[in-house]
């Protein structure tokens, strides 16, 4: 059964704090992304990789940051978390096209982060 | 500028009847489309594709259209069970070397019994 993990379900942290949320992935996936959910404004993207070591901006990159150092893990960081950065937070893995051709990108369960 | 569109952000259906979900998108170079289902506090679960040589693929109760040149996608469910109350949204990956996964910004399916 293929899987992408989140390291926590639920977190709570205070403003200023370094955050960091991990992500981990089974499937031997080139890209891995980073998105937040928030009520009416669907899935954004905040950081995006597509190899090791190798990342891109999303939509949203402000006050984020990422490390991919293994193929399998991609980790978010908030350099200081603030209020406004409260949501729900998913991780995705996904194929290369190129190499595996037209598939679906599996997440994980999420991660509801609450700063406080 | 937001390359894909989910205009309708709820819609409520009786069960037994059809539901249907459109999605607009601006990005010629789209060529492949999915849609996702997504339950309160989980995370999205994979439902169906097209690919654009395509215009409809059919998955038991599921089905997608594609009309390429109105832009336009929309999943069809019939018939509508209680199970399917949630969360749906329609994605496209970028180009091979950019697969950025773009989503809409969702439509939340009610089922009424």
């Known amino acids: 059964d293929v899987k992408v993990t989140q390291s926590s379900r639920y977190l709570v942290k205070r403003t200023g704090e370094k955050v960091f949320l991990e992500c981990v992935q089974d499937?031997?996936?080139?890209?891995m992304f980073w998105y937040r959910q928030d009520p009416g404004l669907g899935l954004r993207l905040i950081y995006f990789?597509?190899?090791?070591?190798?990342?891109e901006k999303g939509d949203i990159p402000e006050g984020y940051s990422v490390s991919r150092e293994k193929k399998e893990r991609f980790s978010l960081i908030l350099e200081s978390a603030s209020t406004n950065q409260t949501s729900m937070y998913l991780c995705?893995?996904?194929?290369?096209?190129?190499?595996?051709?037209?598939?679906?990108?599996?997440f994980g369960q999420g991660t509801r982060l609450t700063v406080v | 500028d937001q390359q894909v569109k989910q205009n309708s952000p709820s819609l409520s259906v009786q069960e037994g009847r059809i539901s249907i979900l459109n999605c607009d998108y601006t990005?010629?170079?789209?060529?492949?489309f999915l849609w996702y289902k997504k339950y309160p506090a989980e995370g999205p679960t994979f439902l169906i594709s097209?690919?654009?040589?395509?215009d409809k693929n059919e998955d038991g109760r599921f089905t997608v259209f594609l009309n390429k040149s109105a832009k336009h996608l929309s999943l069809h469910i019939v018939p509508s069970q209680p199970g399917d109350s949630a969360v749906y949204f329609c994605?496209?990956?970028?180009?091979?070397?950019?697969?950025?996964?773009?989503f809409g910004t969702g439509t939340r399916l009610t089922i009424i019994p």
């Open positions: 994605a496209a990956p970028g180009d091979f070397g950019n697969e950025k996964l773009t």
């Open positions: 097209i690919s654009s040589i395509k």
């Open positions: 499937m031997d996936h080139e890209n």
């Open positions: 990005n010629s170079m789209f060529d492949y």
């Open positions: 990789s597509y190899d090791v070591k190798m990342k």
């Open positions: 995705a893995s996904s194929p290369n096209r190129a190499i595996k051709g037209n598939t679906e990108a599996f």
